[in-house]
C-alpha cells in the first residue's frame, strides 16, 4: 500500500452528538436533580439532566402536549395532549450501572377532560395529581389508582396556576388560579372551596404556600405578588414587581446563602419570581425589599425589558436542590445558584443548557486546544459549548442586534470574528480558562447584511512575542450582500475601526470568503458563479475562477504543501496554490491558481454544496450540502471516499479539528455531529481478521485431511463458508461404499449433524435451502435434510428462530424435485417399453445385439 494511501480517511463514526431535547412547553425535574422531562415535538424526552443522555423517548398520539408532570421522586409520569388525553407512565429507574437507566411503562390512558388541559402539579408524597382545564375545571386524580378524587368547580376561565399543600395540622389544600383573575383554596378533606381571594387583575401564574402554611403567595401578569394570611384570607400586602410574572414560589428556610465577611442563612421569608425580564429575583418579605436588585438599578432592568422575548416561563425548585432552575422563552435551561456571592445582586448561573440550538448556521472550533466550540444559530447569541462537559454550554456572545451569519477564527483559535444581519462585524477574545468572552472590536461600515468573514491565517514564530501571548490577528476581511469587500486591520482596545481599503467585487451576495495561509492572498465566492482571487495589501483582483454554473457558497485554500502532483498531474504543474470551491450546482470544483483553471470536479451531492474543507494534509475534501449527507472526496483519483449521513436537513456548518481527526458537522435540523476518523483503527481491525481467516481457513483444511469431520464441519459452519462446507458433504455422500447404517456416508459425520446448537443447525438449513434451489447439488441437500429430520424433533426444528421461512423454501423446491424424478421415472418406462420393442423385432430377423452394434 502507497504511503499517501494510508492517510486516507475512509471511516469515520459519530463520536458527540449534539441534538434538541427542548423545543417549549412544560418541562419537570425530580427532587434529586438528576432525570429532566422535557418536550421535543409530540414526543416527550427523559434526559440526565447531569451527562445530557437520552434515557428514554416517549412518541406522542400525533397532537401537541400540552401540560406534564412528575412525581418528586420519578415515579410516575403524567402526560397531557391536545387531544384531551391523559398518559400514566411509571418510570422504572436503575441507577446501580454505571450508566442510569429509565425504563418508561404505560399504566393508563384515558380521555381526562372535555377541553385542552393546561396545567397539571403532582403534590409533594407523589400520591395525588391536579390538573385544570380551559373549561375552568379541576380534578384530582389518585396517581396510582387512576381514578377522580375531586371534581373542583367553580373557576369561570382557563385554569393557569396549581399549587398542593399537605400538613398534617391542616389538612390536605390545593390552592387554584385562573384568567378569571382570582385564586381559590380547595379543602381536599371536605371538598369544598374554602376562600376565594380576588386581588389580582390579570391572569394567575403561580401560586406557592410558605413552609409553615401560615402564608400563601400569588403571582400575576399584572406585574403584582399579593401575600395572602391564611387564617384569616385577608390580603397581608401586595408587591409591585413592575414585570409581568409566569412564576412566584418560596425557598425553603435556610436555602439561600449571603456570602460576606460573615456569611448568612435566609429562606423561611424569601420568595422567587420570574417573568418577562428574564431573570428570577428574590424578594424578603420580612424586610420589605428585594435582595437580587436594589431600586436604584432602574436602567438595568430597562435594558432587561429590550431582552424580553427570552422571558423566563416556569422556574423549578425542590427543598432538596441548591439552585433554582429557570426555563426560558428562548428554549435554555439556566442553573441558579443559591450562594450570592458579595459582589454581585444577581444569582450566578452556573450551569446553562441548551434545549434547542435552531437552524446551525455556521461554528467554529475554539481555543487553542480545540475544547470550546462557537454556534451560530440563526440568532443574534452566538453560543459556546464546552466539549469537554457532559451537558450544557458555557457562554453566549451577546452583542449583535440581528441574526449571526458567519463565523472565523484565528490560528490560535483565542479569537473569533462574526458576522451579522445587523451590517456589523465583531473580533471576540476568548479565554476558555476563565470561561470569559469579551468583544475586543467591532466592524461598522457595510450597507448590508454581511455575508463572509475571514481573519488572518499566518502563524507567528513559535518563539515570538505574539506566538506566546496570543496577539490579536492582523486583519480581517469582510463580504456582504452589498457586494463590496472590506479589508479591516484591527484596532487598539478601545479604538474605532476603520476600513484599510474597500472594493466592488461581485454582481450578486458574497457568500464566502477565506485567506491563505501566507496571508498573501484571499478569495471571494459569489452567488454569480464566481470566485475572485485578490491581493491581501492592494485590495487588487488578480484571478477569476469561471466554471460553475450556479451561485458558489464555499471556498477554501488549500495547505501550503499541496502541489499538482496531489491532483495527479507533475510535479509543480498546475500546482502550488489551489482552492476548492462548492456550488449550487451540486459540484466540488478544484482549482489551480497557477493560470486559474479547473483541475478536478467532484460530483456526487444531490443538492447544493453548502461548504468545503482540507483534510488529510491535502490528500482530502470534505463537502457538505443541502441533501444533508457529508462526503469526503480522494483529490487525486476523484472517488468519493466515505458519505456521512446524521443530518435530516441541509448541513450548513462544516469544519475539522486542528489534528484532523475530527470533522464536525452542523445542519439546519439543529443538530452539529462530531465525526471521529476510525479509518486507522478499521484497517488494523480488518488486518487482524484477515489474518485470522487465513489462520482459519487452514486449521480447516487439516480437519479436512486428517477426516476429523466434527470439526471441519463445526469450522465451515463457523466461517460462513458454503462452498467448503458443500465440498466436504459431497464428499461424504459419495462414499463409496457408504458405511453400513449410515443416512449421510458416514457415521462420524451422522453424529456431527445430529449434535449442533440452534445456531449452527439453523445456518445448516439455510445452506441446505440454498443448495436445494439447484439440481446439481440437491441431491446433497437432500441427503443432508433427510439426516436433519431424522436427528431433531420435529417441535424443535419448528422452533428455531426465523425456520419458517426456511422451511417453505424446502418445501417449495422439493416438490419440485419430486414431480422432475416422477417424469424421470415415467419417461424410463417408454425407453424400456421402446427398447423391448426392439428386441423383439430384430429378434425375429435372427439379428443378434453383436450385429446391431456392428451395423
Known sequence: MAPSQTMLKTDFKPSKVIQPFYTGGKVALDRNGRILVTTLGEDVLVTDFETGDELARIEGDSEQVTTLALTPDASYLIICSRSYTMRIYTLSIDSDLEKLTVTPTLQRSMKAHTSPIIVADTDPTGTLLAIGAADGLVKVWDIKGGYVTHNLHGHGGVVSALRFYAPESMGWRLATGADDTKVRVWDLVKSTCVAVLDSHVSVVRGLDWSADGKTLVSGSRDKVVCVWDTKSWKLKGTIPVLEELEMVGFLAPGALRIQGEEEETMGDSVIYMGGRRNRIRLWDLRAGKEITRSSDDEEAEDDDEEREADGIVDIIYHKSLPSLISIHNDQTILVNSLTLPPTTTTLPVTRRVSGHHDEIIDLAYLTPTDTLVALATNSEDVRIVDLTKGFGDVGVLRGHGDIVICLDRDWSGVWLATGGKDNEARLWHIDGDKSEFTCHSRFVGHAESIGAIALSRAVPQAESKAAKSFAPPKFVITGSQDRTIKRWDIPAPGKKAKAMYTRKAHEKDINAIDVSPDDE??????????????????????????????????????????????????????????????????????????????LKTFEGHTNSVLKTVWLSGGLQVGSSGGDGLVKVWDVKSGECNATLDNHEDKVWALTVRKDDHVL??????????????ISESTRQEASKLESELIEQEQKLQNYIHNSDYRSAIT?????????????????????SPAEPNSMSGLAAVDEVLASLGDEQLFVLLCRVRDWNTNAKTASVAQRILYVIVKSYSPQRLIELKGAAQVWDALKSYTERHYRRVEELVEESYLVEYTLREMEDVFGDDGVTGDEIMVM
Not at 533 to 541: L, P, R
Not at 572 to 592: E, H, I, P, Q, Y
Not at 664 to 677: I, K, L, N, P, R
Not at 716 to 726: D, E, K, Q
Request: with cysteine; net charge positive.
Open 521 to 598: 492572498l484571499f478569495a471571494s465566492a459569489s452567488q454569480d458563479k464566481t470566485v475572485k482571487i485578490w491581493s491581501v495589501q492592494e485590495g487588487e483582483a488578480l484571478g477569476v475562477l469561471r466554471g460553475h454554473r450556479r451561485g458558489v457558497w464555499s471556498v477554501k485554500f488549500g495547505p501550503a504543501s499541496v502541489t499538482g502532483a496531489i491532483v495527479g498531474g507533475a510535479e509543480g504543474a498546475k500546482g502550488g496554490r489551489m482552492v476548492v470551491t462548492g456550488s449550487g450546482d451540486k459540484t466540488v470544483k478544484l482549482w489551480s491558481l497557477t493560470d486559474y483553471s479547473c
Open 664 to 677: 464536525v458537522s452542523g445542519g439546519g435540523d439543529s443538530v452539529v455531529t462530531f465525526w471521529e476518523d
Open 715 to 735: 469450522l465451515a459452519l463457523g466461517l460462513n463458508h458454503p462452498g467448503r462446507l458443500l465440498s466436504l458433504l459431497t464428499a461424504v455422500t459419495t462414499t
